[in-house]
């Protein structure tokens, strides 16, 4: 029988044995029997149940070999013939089965000629067979010998060929189960003597990453040749030579592959279909430097190439970049006469036989970071900065052009948009190295410094250096607290004194260094406004611009002396004051001298004064405008931004003070740097500039109004809750507002919640808008494609009236101005009309607002949009995205509804 005849059979036989059904999904606790899973050349039962504990009988295993063989005619045409075996007859539903193993010498009878066809096949019956396909034929005469049992040479040829490696027969009379038959076949198939594969053990030289090739492609370098395949008389690889392989994702991970040495199991057209690493040789990992011929305390044997040693260096790559390792420890890419004689990295990979160096794959950062965030759109990755407290940096998806993710020393293909928080960067000049496995919680125990002048923090039992090389540095923060502060080596201990013996949460780098520390420690403090003081309660505007109410006790203290019974009597709203607190109880509360004097100027870097004074605004400086009526009593106070106050500010007449690094770190709990920097603003406080109070806007669905004066306003959001809010006296309100219109009002953030007052309403979809789209395609992203041929985007901040949007639905929308992102949708009936506002009205322009966002034509209100375009007589545009080239008296046909202006004409210039 030949050796692809032996292959069919044996490939045959176990999909016979598995049956036909659903693919067995989860593992088995076998590799091997995993391994026919995935080649799918077993498969379970209906349910997926593989029966590995059931056993089998003789007649089954009789029609087995012939289903196998393909001989199930010739079967059939031996079922009326007179077996031979006493207890077989031509009735029996496997009397041809029987004749067919029995002429094919694979199943024989007993001695009494019985061929026992309800028995369970024993464990000696299944290795006889298996010897029997392996070598081709039955055992010679010679290979019999003089065993004392007919099975005794079969169990020896067996485990000579190799078919019961890690199978444990301890009885060969016992009835075989599927799960040791399933694993023998598994030796058959893979074993020397037969097979479909070639197995190799071979050095993996490069991937996509570092050259041109495929995603799932390696270049490796045959070490040795294990098995060849029966499909080649001899070997198509010698030892030395270079091969490409294609490496499925669910076989094995390129990035950890490279310069890992492998047994590879692989199909004719180059397929790996397993992989077997060599612990023999080992992955070191950590920070080297490279000599001419170390590599740390590896030895480096040069020159590059293949010899008859496998312990002589292959490749060496640097930032994903290949080098000679001579360029690479004279330092890569130095300039002639620039060449050193030794080089560091940061982080590498470097494959060692025998303390020989085979493979190097190094990086040298140009930052580290902990990932704080990644935005909802999944292409802006936010981490902390070192560079200065509560500063953070943004990385752009499009900027990245590798990511490689590390969790438990493995490499692996990674994307920017699986970064997640928690994860540490490390931006190198072509990509991240991305550590997944970064974070560890434990008990902070203390601060120490080495013999060699390192300063350790120490969680639990393990320690972690604090780096003192910039951009490499960790940051600290008070998980409760939004702020975050840079960690400095040398003053660690005084910025982490209230970390021990506190739950904290570390984030390390892939050199085993500190990238950040947080602990569930709420030290309660913060630098607020003062809004209200009845007796021992007071009311406070923090620094996140929202107000909470504390209460004094006869312990807190105030401005460092116990209240007593004095209550907060000497606190005014208005004043700056440093609080903490512990949950809604003060502790203590001191009051800022207000020394306000006339502002120059303010931008993102400097606040200066008009006496020449000036602080650096950091990313978290908070800016305060506290404006007091002429009687002295607090009108409103609130929190701006740098871009709010700059835009409003008044040179030299707008007053101002400030807070500065150094007085705050002399009042609170704890130094947030460890260095004084009375040159740095901490706080700034406006008392004197003509700001308007901010307004937030919110989007809503109209409901109706609660009073006959119109004075409180019903609105229900997309979530089905329900406000009632109070419309000031003179408020902008939209003329054509009616019940069941989508409205967005603004509303007044400089008093309490219950006080403040709507200030103005527009419509921004109409509950009968003829402008209605179908939705063509929606993601689980957000993205949604319309019938107008456009793509928007969904977020957590889209208010979706009606529900979450599918393909097939009908909707109209309402987007910002100068974006695609979807502010809010309305979802229409199933058999609403899909148009774009075609119907056309015509009129005179009566009134345009100062910023030609809204006109009235015939005393129709009517808003532009970013898509609107207004075009002149001669039909040349004049205008898009609003109504500039509009006048009030030009005479104008209008495409579309109030609310979605498609364009508008004008048709005769205003006399």
Do not use: C
């Not at 430097?289 to 260096?313: F, H, Q, W």
């Not at 606190?571 to 001191?590: C, F, P, Q, T």
């Amino acid at each position: 029988m030949s050796t692809k005849r032996i292959l069919s059979l044996v490939l045959a036989l176990v999909m016979v044995l598995g049956t036909f059904g659903t693919v067995f999904a989860d593992g088995t606790g076998s590799e091997k029997i995993d391994w026919l899973v995935k080649q799918e050349m077993i498969k379970g039962d209906q349910s997926g149940d593989l029966k590995l504990d059931s056993k089998i009988d003789r007649a089954s295993t009789a029609r087995m070999i012939a289903v196998a063989l393909g001989l199930e005619a010739e079967a059939e045409s031996l079922k009326l013939i007179n077996s031979g075996f006493k207890d077989m007859t031509t009735a029996h539903w496997a009397n041809g089965y029987a004749n067919l193993a029995a002429g094919k010498n694979l199943i024989v009878g007993d001695s009494k000629g019985n061929f026992m066809p309800a028995k369970d096949i024993t464990n000696g019956e299944v290795l006889a067979i298996l010897v029997r396909l392996s070598l081709g034929r039955d055992l010679t005469a010679e290979e019999r010998g003089n065993a004392g049992s007919w099975v005794a040479p079969y169990i020896a040829k067996a485990s000579e060929l190799g078919v019961t490696d890690g199978v444990n027969i301890t009885d060969v009379n016992a009835a075989a189960i599927r799960k040791d038959v399933f694993e023998m076949f598994y030796n058959v198939i893979t074993g020397k003597q037969h097979g479909k594969y070639d197995i190799y053990k071979a050095i993996v030289l490069e991937n996509h990453r570092v050259q041109k090739l495929s995603e799932n492609e390696i270049l490796v370098e045959i070490i040795k040749e294990i098995k060849k395949a029966d499909y080649v008389k001899e070997s198509r690889e010698e030892k030395g030579d270079q091969i490409s392989l294609t490496v499925p994702a669910d076989v094995a991970d390129v990035e950890d592959l490279l310069g890992k040495v492998a047994d590879f199991t692989v199909t004719k057209d180059g397929k790996v279909v397993e992989v077997k690493i060599d612990e023999s040789y080992k992955v070191e990992t950590g920070s080297f430097k490279a000599t001419r011929n170390k590599m740390g305390s590896y030895t480096v044997d040069l020159p590059e190439r293949y010899s008859k040693s496998d312990e002589t260096i292959f490749r060496t790559y640097y930032n994903n970049n290949p080098y000679k390792y001579e360029e690479f420890y004279t330092t890569p890419d130095a300039k002639r006469g620039e060449e050193t004689t030794e080089f560091k990295v940061d982080y590498a990979r470097v494959t060692v036989k025998n303390g020989k160096v085979l493979l190097i794959n190094a990086f040298n950062f140009e930052d580290i970071a902990p990932v704080k965030e990644l935005n909802e759109k999944k292409d802006q990755v936010v981490v902390f900065d070192d560079v200065r407290d509560g500063r953070t940096k943004v990385y752009e998806k499009k900027d990245i052009k590798n990511v490689i993710f590390v969790e438990n020393d493995k490499f692996s293909v990674g994307s920017f948009d699986k970064i997640e928080a928690n994860d540490v960067i490390h931006e190198h000049k072509n990509g991240f190295l991305v550590r997944k496995d970064a974070k560890i919680n434990g008990e902070f125990k203390k601060v120490s410094e080495t013999r060699d002048g390192d300063v350790q923090v120490h969680i639990d039992d393990k320690a972690f250096t604090v780096s003192a090389v910039d951009n490499k540095k960790p940051v600290y923060q008070f998980e409760k607290d939004a702020k975050f502060y840079t960690l400095i080596a040398r003053d660690a201990h005084n910025q982490l004194k209230d970390f021990r013996g506190e739950k904290a949460t570390a984030l390390i780098d892939l050199g085993n260094k500190l990238q950040y520390v947080g602990s569930e420690v709420d030290l309660g403090e913060f630098v607020g406004v003062v809004t209200k003081v009845v007796g021992k309660d007071v009311r406070i505007l923090k620094p996140d611009n929202k107000t909470e109410d504390y209460t004094a006790t006869l312990s807190t203290k105030v401005n460092s002396y116990s209240t007593g019974h004095q209550g907060l009597n000497n606190l005014l709203a208005g004043d700056l004051v440093y609080v903490r607190a512990s949950g809604n109880e003060l502790e203590a509360i001191n009051r800022i001298t207000d020394t306000s004097k006339a502002v120059n100027s303010i931008d993102s870097k400097y606040i200066k004064f008009t006496d020449k004074a000036e602080y650096r605004m950091l990313d978290d400086t908070v800016i305060f405008v506290v404006i007091k009526d002429k009687n002295g009593n607090l009108d409103y106070a609130e929190v701006r931004t740098v871009g709010d106050v700059k835009d409003a500010l008044a040179k030299d007449v707008d007053m101002a003070y400030v807070l500065n690094g150094e007085e705050y770190e002399k009042i609170s709990r704890t130094r947030t740097s460890g260095i004084n920097r009375p040159g740095e603003a901490h706080t700034v406080v406006f008392t004197k500039i003509d700001i308007k109070p901010d307004v937030k806007g919110e989007i809503a669905k109209f409901v109706g109004f609660d009073d006959r004066q119109e004075t409180l306003m019903n609105v229900e959001f997309a979530n089905r809750s329900e406000k009632t809010i109070k419309i000031a006296r003179g408020t902008d309100l939209d003329k054509n507002l009616r019940i069941g219109d989508i409205i967005r009002y603004e509303i007044t953030k400089e008093k309490e919640e219950k006080d403040r007052t709507v200030t103005k309403v527009e419509v921004v979809i109409a509950k009968d808008s003829k402008v209605i789209y179908e939705v063509k395609d929606a993601d689980a992203y957000g993205t949604i494609k319309l019938s107008n041929g456009k793509t928007y985007y969904e977020n957590s901040k889209t208010e979706s009236f009606g529900g979450s949007l599918r393909v097939g639905d009908k909707v109209s929308i309402y987007h910002g101005k100068d974006d695609n992102y979807l502010l809010a949708t309305l979802k229409r009936d199933k058999d609403a009309v899909v148009g774009g506002g075609d119907t056309t009205d015509s009129g005179i322009v009566t009134y345009k607002n100062a910023t030609s966002s809204i006109i009235i034509v015939d005393g129709k209100t009517y808003t532009a949009n970013k898509d609107t375009i207004v075009n002149g007589v001669d039909g040349k545009p004049l205008s898009a995205g609003d109504f500039v080239g509009l006048t009030e008296g030009d005479k104008v046909d209008i495409k579309g509804d109030r609310f979605n202006i498609t364009y508008s004409v004008k048709i005769e210039a205003a006399k």
